[in-house]
């Protein structure tokens, strides 16, 4: 088997090769498999993807390079990476020349369009420090007196911003090339709109940012027009809002809240993202994770429950030492936009809730409503509740199989010489 590997050329399947300052980021885009590799690994990787049989390979790297090389092991180390073609296995599809909406991306994200919506960004500015009562902050909320209409229609009637937002990070992707897909999933069981940049990593680092910031030019896009949409409306009204402009005010408070939850670093958001790639990281998030996860165990003298590092690259640990305050300061925002938010909404919720029921003596209108508010809210978080644990149930069944698997046929460690360490990530929304 060796000397066959050796003698002829391998199959690869289709690879992209993109400089990450002294290592090259090599992968499929077809299965978003990625893995650094230090440069002469990219070179001798290069040599064999163009046809160069490995016994010329190993001839041509120990003259380049004065160093041996075990080409057993590096093959080996590209086939558990996914890279080599099995026998009768094709290749991927090949990326078409232009993608569909290339165009409508170009045309969004165009030097006109950036014009366009630097203009509404700074007529919101001035409608909001000229004009307090298109300000949105907590109480904003209560758009109506109806709790039950709050609710519902503060639920529904973000979809389409969410869906925007996401729109924006396919656009941007297609406006380069990447054949971006936009699908709907679920989180628990709420409607999510999902956007799953193909290939992105496979571009330069440059062409990446706008892609991953896309959703938040959206964000910041709409909540300006709800601004003005409201300022319209108190114009009309003798600067009083209507019921219509204090549901967009109510809106641009909801699209505020998410976008300040991109801050929050230590999950994988938009911002994230921009980090992982300004730092030349692949897996940043979870190796932050795992190293928290460390220290906090070996702090509780739990050591036997600390993962393994060196299954991501040096340069995700290295960073990640230094990245883990930052993704603790994503919590303190987290912890900050709750006491600046979620508090006074509560609090406000609370003192109607206790108001109203309170009338059950002589019920209202106010009354009913507020039970209608208390029984689909009931109903939510139980739903919620009921498919949480079947999915952790599920989680835990599938790691228990994985475990089970891995203890029946564990594979030999994969060599990194020359260093190439295994590390995916889904650059998807």
């Known amino acids: 088997m060796a000397d066959t590997r050796r003698t002829a050329a391998p199959a690869f399947h289709r690879l992209t090769f993109v400089p990450e300052g002294d290592e090259v980021l090599v992968g499929r885009a077809d299965t978003e498999t990625y893995a650094l590799f230090p440069a002469d690994g990219a070179l001798l990787l290069h040599k064999l993807t163009t046809g160069m049989p490995p016994a010329e390979a190993v001839a041509w790297y120990n003259a380049a390079y004065d160093e041996p090389v075990d080409m057993d092991d590096f093959l080996e180390t590209l086939d558990d990476l996914g890279f ?135 964000d910041i896009l709409v909540f300006c027009l709800l601004v003005c949409a409201a300022a319209f409306d108190a114009h009309r009204n003798g600067n009083e809002l209507s019921s219509i402009g204090r549901f967009a005010v109510a809106l641009a408070f909801v699209t505020a809240l998410r976008f300040v939850w991109q801050f929050y670093l230590f999950l994988r958001t938009d911002l994230y993202y921009v980090f992982a790639t300004a730092l030349g990281c692949v897996a940043l998030h979870d190796t932050t994770r795992a190293l928290i996860r460390n220290t906090g165990c070996r702090l509780l003298g739990l050591r036997h429950r600390t993962v393994d590092l060196e299954q991501w690259s040096e340069r995700d640990r290295r960073v990640a030492r230094w990245y883990a305050p930052f993704a603790a300061a994503g919590v303190l925002v987290m912890l900050l936009t709750a006491a600046a938010t979620a508090i006074p909404v509560l609090a406000h919720f609370v003192h109607l809730l206790v108001d109203r029921l309170g009338r059950a003596g002589d019920p209202d209108s106010g009354f009913w409503d507020t039970v209608g508010f208390l029984a689909l809210s009931v109903v939510q978080f139980g739903l919620a509740g009921v498919v949480a644990l079947r999915d952790r149930s599920r989680a835990r069944e599938e790691r228990r199989r994985r475990e089970r698997a891995r203890h029946e046929n564990t594979p030999d460690a994969p060599s990194t010489t020359p260093a190439a360490l295994h590390a995916e990530q889904e650059p998807s929304r």
């Open 84 to 218: 080599l073609r099995g026998e009768g296995e094709e290749p991927a599809p090949s990326a078409p020349a232009s993608v569909r909406y290339a165009r409508l991306g170009r045309a969004v994200f165009s030097p006109v369009a950036w014009v366009l919506y630097a203009a509404v960004a700074t007529v919101c500015v001035v409608l909001l420090v000229r004009m307090p009562v298109v300000r949105p902050y907590p109480k904003t909320l209560f758009f109506t007196e109806s709790l039950l209409l709050v609710q519902v229609g503060l639920l529904f009637a973000q979809l389409p911003f969410v869906f925007l937002h996401e729109s924006f990070h396919a656009l941007a992707g297609r406006r380069i090339g990447i054949p971006s897909s936009l699908g709907v999933g679920r989180r628990l069981y709420f409607v999510v709109f999902e956007t799953t940049l193909n290939g992105l990593l496979g571009v330069p680092k440059k062409k990446r940012y706008l892609p991953f910031l896309a959703g938040m030019v959206a």
